[in-house]
């Protein structure tokens, strides 16, 4: 059974830094693009950041350019987030998919729980 588990959410004041990890089971996702998405209340899911199978290609959404930084330890089937300069507007449940690296969320095949960052002003 495949599964995905995020964790390294937290409350964190702005300006301030977190990491989330995305820990994949079930299967080997070596060949697969990985993502990162968000929702915050009352809005849609957004794509944050997206990650080729080699790494090497690399995808982000204006609002978090320079601030986050996505990357990919394929042997060990986790993919991490790394978030600074925090904003209130990132505060959100943060979700980790296996599919794409793309925006679309169609494009993902595996989805996790989600995990809550809570950015204070």
């Known amino acids: 059974q495949v599964q995905l588990v995020e964790s390294g959410g937290g409350l964190v004041q702005a300006g301030g830094s977190l990491r989330l990890s995305c820990a994949a089971s079930g299967r080997s996702f070596i060949t697969y693009a990985m993502g990162w998405f968000r929702q915050a209340p009352g809005k849609e899911r957004e794509f944050v950041a997206g990650i080729s199978w080699s790494a090497r290609d690399t995808y982000y959404t204006n609002s978090v350019k320079g601030r986050f930084t996505i990357s990919r330890e394929s042997a060990k089937n986790t993919m991490s987030l790394q978030m600074n300069s925090l904003k209130p507007e990132d505060t959100a449940v943060y979700y980790c998919?296996?599919?794409?690296?793309?925006?679309?969320?169609?494009?993902?095949?595996?989805w996790g729980q989600g995990t809550q960052v809570t950015v204070s002003s």
């Open positions: 998919a296996v599919g794409s690296f793309r925006p679309d969320p169609s494009d993902y095949e595996y």
